[in-house]
């Protein structure tokens, strides 16, 4: 670049050559001041030396300190007085040389609005020298003139026009004028496979407003722009990467900018827990073909990656073998559909129920009125078989049975005598040993005969072990006209202690523990109410503050309150109502305070019975999500659903056909199997719990033969 020192004025530098700027001048005079410098742009150096006298007489009135032209590439200098009476010739370089007379006629004018750089002007194919933002040239007399722009600046790309720049040069002109405006352009983008919502796009810090799967933004050259994706779009998950999105700066065209949208996948795995140790075979799918071989307890994942908002089904592909206790593994919750992160479903194995106990109130088999019937479970498809030596004596009629598994010790509690039998278990073989069967341990109740008249004493109806505390025991008994529940101690060998009553309604035909085994809740069939009681650490039971809690329906009419089941996964507690075939839900809280969810459900026709027997029978199964209820007028057993948000119940499918009179429900430890003793007919029957639904399909094997007035159901 050639800068040539053209004039001192007054201490202003003005400086002349092709394409000058500031950082040029500081670069070439470094010593110089940079606040008294002033560019002059032309294309020649002689239009150069034109233009420093131009220069001069704007930014100087007074001239007569000009001083000489000081030529840069060799030429030679002349002097003057002012503009006009001195010459000035070109030097060595082939610049040409021109004089400046008194008939020579000064064009110039200003510039606004210059932002870029590079902007040329020229008159009739002459270049007209630029310094700063005014520009000025010298024609003949009577020469004509036309000032247009033969380049346009850049850097910002601008857009300058010219006013008043054409005439014949007969006296000074200096009103012509240049406008320059910076031309705008589009900063669009166009995004693809989007699918998922709430994709935000940002553009230096600002949020780029969307047109479907597109944006368009006019931006001024020379203007910065960043494109980037401030918030990845959901519903499905989704990953879009911005290409040609800057950060940079708007030049001479429209930016276009890309977005592509990818689908994020996501790992489905399974926590296995409970399968026992040497356990082998057992297999996992997802979709129903991606397999996984589960090795033991821990977790496990699939190697097919699932995209965000498609499904996943986990599910067992085969069930385990090789254990000593038969298992069965299920998937409570293995089906949704996969958002925005990885997916980790449980896998449970539990133990298949071995051996199945039942309470006969009327069977004479034994030679006693009543008696307990036996049988093992074949851990293939449920069905039963009888133990050797069933039906096993109790004392008199036996009401309700319970089990001690920790120890294996079975309780059976005598409507007559109003006693506690107690045997050994072996849960291979179902055979009952009598340990001390008749007399029992006494209860604080009066004895009763089933049926009574009215006011007549019931008896033992109940008997419940603790599950989280075997060694505590309790029996609900009548005691005309109201009822009691016993609290006794066990021995690991069955022994038991005197009984310590509590009152209660009237009267307590079931019982259940909360898995905490802080509150026991007595439901009271004569009263329609139902008691709670907090259990010491010394087994002790104390009526929760509020007790007993109502459970009458809409219009007063008599529930009946009698079958209870409480969820082992929530804090939710279900009563079916004997007398209007109805189940009440509710929520409790640590003190045992209950809180009803919705109106009662009605199960069945929702006719009820007039009496105790046969009973309502309800079950919950291991995983806490669906519920069954017996109906011993309509002779069926209903499923229900269980929210576990909310506790509400949704009925599933069709009651299921039962035989005469069920009275009592069970479901085995696996969870797969459901029981109900028939009260009038004396069978038991066998459903398949469908793992995902909950349905219910008996077995075609069921029913299997009990014992007359089958009552109370207890499972090993």
């Known amino acids: ?25 500081l670069a070439a005079h470094p010593t110089e001041n940079p606040a008294r410098m002033l560019p002059i742009n032309c294309r020649h150096l002689a ?22 032209i000081i030529s840069s590439d060799g030429g030679s200098t002349s002097s003057g007085a002012g503009i006009g009476a001195g010459s000035s010739a070109g030097g060595a370089g082939g610049n040409g040389s021109g004089t400046t007379t008194a008939s020579s006629i000064l064009v110039s004018g200003t510039i606004t609005g210059l932002l870029g750089s590079g902007l040329w002007l020229q008159t009739n194919g002459v270049d007209v020298p630029i310094f700063g933002n005014i520009f000025s040239v010298y024609l003949s007399t009577g020469s004509p003139y036309n000032i247009v722009p033969a380049g346009q600046p850049s850097t910002p ?13 007969v006296a000074n002109v200096s009103n ?46 020379g203007s910065a722009y960043d494109i980037v ?22 030049g001479g065209a429209n930016v276009i900018v890309s977005i592509a949208c990818v689908t994020n996948t996501y790992k489905v795995s399974v926590t296995v827990n409970g399968l026992q140790n040497g356990a082998t075979g057992l297999t996992v799918l997802d979709d129903g073909s991606d397999s996984l071989l589960v090795t033991g307890n821990g977790t496990f994942t699939f190697a097919t990656a699932v995209a965000s908002g498609q499904p996943y089904a986990v599910k067992v592909g085969t069930q385990p073998t090789g254990t000593s206790v038969a298992q069965y593994c299920i998937v409570p919750n293995g089906t949704g559909t996969v958002t925005n992160a990885n997916i980790s479903v449980t896998l449970t194995c539990r133990n298949v129920g071995q051996a199945l106990f039942a309470a006969s109130i009327w069977d004479l088999r ?22 050797v030596g069933s039906p096993y004596a109790a004392d008199s009629q036996p009401f309700s049975i319970s089990l001690d598994t920790q120890n294996q010790i079975l309780y059976a509690i005598n409507n007559q005598s109003n006693d506690i039998s107690t045997f050994s278990v072996s849960p291979t073989t179902g055979v009952l040993t009598g340990l001390q069967t008749a007399p029992g341990y006494p209860t604080s109740g009066a004895g009763g005969i089933v049926p009574v008249g009215p006011g007549s004493p019931l008896g033992g109806l109940s008997v419940l072990v603790d599950p989280q505390a075997p060694h505590f025991v309790y029996a609900g008994s009548d005691q005309a006209p109201d009822g009691l529940v016993d609290s006794f101690t066990a021995t690991a060998g069955g022994v038991l202690s005197a009984p310590t009553p509590t009152g209660a309604g009237n009267d307590p035909l079931y019982m259940t523990i909360d898995p905490t085994g802080t509150l026991l809740f007595a439901p009271e069939l004569f009263e329609n109410d139902i008691w709670v009681y907090g259990i010491s650490v010394a087994g002790a039971l104390t009526p929760v503050a509020g007790t007993p809690f109502p459970n009458t329906p809409p219009g007063g009419a008599d529930s009946g309150p009698a079958a209870i089941a409480v969820s082992p996964t929530a804090r939710y507690l279900y009563v079916a109502g004997l007398f209007n075939a109805t189940v009440t839900a509710y929520a409790y809280d640590d003190s045992g305070t209950l809180t009803a969810l919705a ?5 069945g026709t929702g006719t009820g019975t007039g009496g105790m027997l046969p009973g309502d029978g309800l079950a919950i199964d291991p995983t806490g999500r669906f519920l069954y209820v017996t109906s011993p007028v309509d002779n069926t057993v209903a499923e229900y659903a269980i929210s576990a948000q909310t506790g509400l119940l949704t009925l599933v499918g069709t009651p299921v056909a ?6 009592d429900a069970k479901i085995d430890p696996s969870g797969h199997y459901l029981y109900v003793s028939n009260y009038s007919d004396g069978t038991i029957s066998e459903y398949v719990i469908d793992p995902s639904t909950g349905e219910l399909t008996e077995d075609r094997n069921s029913p299997f033969q009990s014992g007359f007035g089958t009552q109370s159901i207890a499972i090993e």
């Open 366 to 387: 034994s030679g006693n009125v009543g008696d307990i019937v036996g049988f093992t479970i074949n851990p293939a498809n449920g069905n039963l078989t009888s133990a």
């Open 229 to 250: 994706a401030a918030q990845q779009p959901t519903n499905p998950s989704q990953t879009c990467t911005v290409t040609n999105g800057g950060p940079g700066v708007i």
């Open 47 to 68: 239009s150069c030396r034109l233009a420093a006298l131009a220069a001069l007489l704007i930014i100087s009135s007074d001239l007569a300190g000009c001083g000489a």
């Open 176 to 221: 012509v004028a240049v406008s320059c405006v910076t031309q705008s352009f589009t900063l669009s983008g166009m995004i693809s496979d989007l699918l998922g919502t709430g994709l935000v796009l940002q553009n230096d810090g600002n949020a780029v407003p969307l047109s479907g799967n597109a944006f368009s933004l006019p931006r001024a050259s």
């Open 1 to 25: 670049m050639e800068i040539t020192v053209i004039a001192h004025v007054g201490g202003e530098n003005i400086f002349c050559g092709r394409q000058v700027d500031q950082s040029a001048l």
């Open 157 to 169: 790309t601008q857009d300058c026009t010219v006013s008043n720049g054409t005439g014949t040069a």
């Open 599 to 603: 109106p009662p459900y009605t199960f």
């Open 658 to 663: 039962t035989g005469a009179g069920p009275s």
